[in-house]
């Protein structure tokens, strides 16, 4: 393999809009990351600060949902409509996360975790990072 000096040469890389800072949750009532991605009626944004020595996490806005699981089946579409509506996080916190979902996030650069914590604690650890 031939090794290429190119010192002028500029690698162009697509916009990554991931941001660690801001993420969604999916919670039924706010105090435990239990709700389906796709049964979410709104996700909750969350913006971390992190400090050192004080790490901490603001509740920025309730996020409507488009619900795209209906009786076992998913619409692509709109499974695709709601994880556009989070394109502005970089990550999103759910009960569950099927395939189509991850797919519809990853697509956006956004990274998904099925995780079943109390929403404090979840927070509380990523501002910690």
Known sequence: MAEINAPNLKIRTPRNPYRPDRLAVASETGQNI???FG???LFRIYELKSDVKNPFYELLELR??????REQSHDQTVLGE???LLKDCGLVLA???GPGALKALS???????????PVD????RLAKR
Not at 64 to 69: D, E, G, Q, R, Y
């Open 34 to 36: 239990d709700a389906c």
């Open 39 to 41: 049964k979410a009626e």
């Open 64 to 69: 409507p949902a488009f619900k795209p699981c």
């Open 82 to 84: 709601s994880a556009e």
């Open 95 to 97: 009960g569950r996360l």
């Open 107 to 117: 697509d956006r650069g956004i990274i998904g975790l099925a995780v079943h914590w």
């Open 121 to 124: 604690e979840a927070l509380e």
